[in-house]
């Protein structure tokens, strides 16, 4: 009797934990003054996407440095638009949160591809020449080319 109670108990506690290794997909977006994120200069989707750990299943989402690419840049807004250069329908505009980092679990239609704009505070604008049809930013940055920084 007292065995097979503690057996129940101790498979429930496994099932707990089974469920709590893969996160949710509530609606996570980051704002200006929000601090919640981490893992800084990593691709946030390893994580955050369908059977991973991470809570909030991220279409967009990256880190953004100052010139120096090792300083993070808080503040600045990343731009998706139809058009380059910022120009067309603007698909995604999303804020860099206090620890340079940017996420939306929002939706967002890539087509046959994105094109990219970073504004630092100041008003600076960086864009990417090509387009993106995907918003894993940190798969690329900060590995096969350079950091996303504002200035
Ligand atoms: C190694 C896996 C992993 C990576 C990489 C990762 N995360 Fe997470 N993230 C998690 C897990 C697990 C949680 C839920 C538990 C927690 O809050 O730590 C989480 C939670 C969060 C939350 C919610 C916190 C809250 O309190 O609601 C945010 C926001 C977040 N991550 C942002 C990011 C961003 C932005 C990146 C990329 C720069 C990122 N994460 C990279 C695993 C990861
Ligand atoms: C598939 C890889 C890849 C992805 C994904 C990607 N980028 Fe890029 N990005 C590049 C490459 C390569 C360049 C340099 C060539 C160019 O501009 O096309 C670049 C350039 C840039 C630039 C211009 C840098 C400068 O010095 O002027 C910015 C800003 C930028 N990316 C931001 C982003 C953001 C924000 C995201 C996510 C929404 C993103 N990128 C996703 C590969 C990528």
């Known amino acids: 009797m007292k065995t097979s109670l503690l057996i129940g108990i101790t498979l ?5 934990v089974a469920c709590e290794e893969e996160g949710e997909n509530e609606t996570k977006i980051s ?4 601090s919640e994120s981490h893992n ?11 059977g991973e750990p991470g809570e909030g299943w991220f ?3 990256g880190t953004v440095y100052d010139t120096s690419l090792s300083t993070i840049y ?12 910022g120009s067309g329908t603007i698909m995604a505009q999303i804020a860099v949160d206090k620890n340079g980092n940017f996420y939306t679990t929002e939706s967002v239609s890539f087509g046959q591809g994105l094109y990219v704009a970073v504004m630092g505070e100041g008003g600076t604008v960086k864009y990417m020449g090509s387009k993106i049809t ?7 940055h900060g590995v096969s080319t350079d ?3 504002a200035e």
């Not at 704002?31 to 929000?34: D, V």
């Not at 808080?74 to 250069?85: C, D, I, Q």
């Not at 995907?134 to 690329?140: A, F, H, K, R, V």
């Open 40 to 50: 800084t200069g990593k691709n946030c989707m390893d994580c955050h996407k369908s």
């Open 134 to 140: 995907s918003g894993q930013c940190n798969s690329c």
């Open 59 to 61: 279409i967009v989402a």
């Open 12 to 16: 429930m506690g496994i099932i707990v």
């Open 31 to 34: 704002t200006y003054s929000s």
């Open 147 to 149: 950091k996303i920084w």
């Open 74 to 85: 808080p503040n600045a807004t990343v731009e998706l638009t139809s058009k380059p250069n």
